[in-house]
């Protein structure tokens, strides 16, 4: 809900007027360590409430938890915008690579999630993703760095990348980098 207002410029309320219930989640892109807030008719709420403490939910002393979700909320605008332009830089270096691996539709970056969509029959998402996630001892040589990227094999030939809070600019580079120096090696 809140990358999808920030990234249309509108009011979180502004979306969720369609519907009949809400749940806002304040951990990853908000930053809190976990807590969420559900939002829905005065019956649908207090039934929710029930089969939450029904099932043993609930927490005692959980200000310190609001504090933290306080802040991400006065800090959502900033903090997802900043993870929407670290996606799209990534998007945009992949797009600006040209590997015949994988392509990316540029118009369908708009939040902090990329899709990139893996071409042939090798390697497979899930073969890319592991290249991604280990480091080579000729990795670090050539690049001097170890950086290992953690990105979800999405479908038979898509790979899911998502950004947070906790990823600068600096990591989107550095990823960008180590797709590039993938792709090489995939290509060799």
Same mark, same amino acid.
């Given at each position: 809900l809140m990358n999808a207002a920030v990234a249309q410029g509108v009011e979180p309320a502004q979306i969720a007027q369609h519907c009949d219930s809400v749940s806002l989640c304040f951990s990853k892109g908000l930053g809190a360590p976990s807590g969420a807030v559900l939002a829905g008719r005065r019956e649908f709420v207090s039934e929710a409430w029930r089969v939450r403490k029904l099932l043993g939910g609930g927490m005692?002393?959980?200000?310190?938890?609001?504090?933290?979700?306080?802040?991400?909320?006065?800090?959502?605008?900033?903090?997802?915008?900043?993870?929407?332009?670290?996606?799209?830089?990534?998007?945009?270096?992949?797009?600006?690579?040209?590997?015949?691996? @994988?392509?990316?539709?540029?118009?369908?970056?708009?939040?902090?999630?990329?899709?990139?969509?893996?071409?042939?029959? @090798?390697?497979?998402?899930?073969?890319?993703?592991?290249?991604?996630?280990?480091?080579?001892?000729?990795?670090?040589?050539?690049?001097?760095?170890?950086?290992?990227?953690?990105?979800?094999? @999405?479908?038979?030939r898509t790979v899911r990348a998502v950004w947070h809070r906790n990823i600068s600019a600096r990591d989107t580079e550095l990823a960008r980098r180590k797709l590039e120096f993938v792709a090489r090696k995939c290509q060799e």
């Amino acid at each position: 809900l809140m990358n999808a207002a920030v990234a249309q410029g509108v009011e979180p309320a502004q979306i969720a007027q369609h519907c009949d219930s809400v749940s806002l989640c304040f951990s990853k892109g908000l930053g809190a360590p976990s807590g969420a807030v559900l939002a829905g008719r005065r019956e649908f709420v207090s039934e929710a409430w029930r089969v939450r403490k029904l099932l043993g939910g609930g927490m005692r002393q959980a200000g310190v938890l609001a504090a933290a979700a306080h802040l991400g909320l006065q800090h959502a605008e900033a903090t997802l915008r900043r993870d929407h332009g670290n996606a799209r830089s990534f998007a945009e270096g992949i797009h600006e690579l040209g590997s015949p691996l @994988w392509s990316i539709n540029l118009a369908a970056v708009e939040t902090n999630i990329v899709m990139v969509n893996v071409q042939g029959p @090798w390697p497979s998402p899930a073969e890319l993703c592991e290249r991604l996630r280990a480091v080579s001892e000729e990795e670090v040589a050539q690049t001097g760095q170890a950086v290992s990227v953690l990105l979800l094999p @999405w479908s038979a030939r898509t790979v899911r990348a998502v950004w947070h809070r906790n990823i600068s600019a600096r990591d989107t580079e550095l990823a960008r980098r180590k797709l590039e120096f993938v792709a090489r090696k995939c290509q060799e």
